[in-house]
């Protein structure tokens, strides 16, 4: 089956650029979709179809995707930024969703 | 506004049954797929079922395939998920999520179910 490996945490000081990546075989030809997940909360959509946001979402977070490995960016980190985040794509030689294993992004 | 909103979870023995249900609102519920998701403590998210607009199409993670069935009333804005043969680590907090309309991502969640199975 298909895997996505992330780093499991990342620490940024407020203000600062958060990297966090997402890598799986030939990633870049797939679409990858990001959510943000707060202790209690609902996961939120923040980036998909590798670097498109949805509305509400900061224009400081931001996406790629090549090769085989897909990014997504966070400028500018505030406080409010720390949290879970999970990549995630659609395997189509198994008809399954497939998430990564997630990152705890650190706001120090 | 959409609202997910998730249903049944509790406490079952190992081997048991439960079932978890999302009401749907504030959205036309059958043009949309669904699918179930899971986070175990302390372990990241798991997709666990989908399925499609009219439910013609159902798809099971391998950890759950055999136990779990997905199921859903349009007519009624609501998903199902019903769960047999429960194992300990099955204990998980589950969520239900809005497919895109034409995309292969999830737009909306609901906050999630917490089931727990331990004797």
């Known amino acids: 089956s298909y895997v996505l490996t992330q780093p499991p945490s990342v620490s940024v000081a407020p203000g600062q650029t958060a990297e966090i990546t997402c890598e799986g075989t030939n990633i870049g030809d797939k679409s990858v979709h990001w959510y943000q997940r707060k202790p209690g909360q609902a996961p939120v959509l923040v980036i998909y179809?590798?670097?498109d946001r949805p509305s509400g979402i900061p224009e400081r977070f931001s996406g790629s995707n090549s090769g085989n490995t897909a990014t997504l960016t966070i400028i500018r980190v505030e406080a409010g930024d720390e949290a879970d985040y999970y990549c995630?794509?659609?395997?189509?030689?198994?008809?399954?969703?497939?998430f990564g294993t997630g990152t705890t992004v650190t706001v120090l | 506004q959409v609202q997910l909103v998730e249903s049944g979870g509790g406490l079952v023995k190992p081997g048991g049954s439960l079932r978890l249900s999302c009401a749907a609102s504030?959205?036309?519920?059958?043009?949309?797929?669904m699918s179930w998701m899971r986070q175990t403590p302390g372990k990241g998210l798991e997709w666990i079922s989908y399925i499609s607009y009219v439910g013609t199409t159902i798809y099971y993670a391998d950890s759950v395939q055999g136990r779990f069935t997905v199921s859903r009333d349009n007519a009624n804005n609501s998903l199902f998920l019903h769960m047999n043969s429960l194992r300990v680590e099955d204990t998980a907090v589950y969520f239900c999520a809005r497919g895109s309309t034409g995309g292969s991502h999830f737009d909306f969640w609901g906050q999630g179910a917490l089931v727990t199975v331990s004797s």
């Open positions: 179809y590798d670097s």
């Open positions: 504030g959205f036309t519920f059958g043009d949309y797929y």
């Open positions: 995630q794509v659609w395997d189509t030689d198994s008809d399954h969703f497939v």
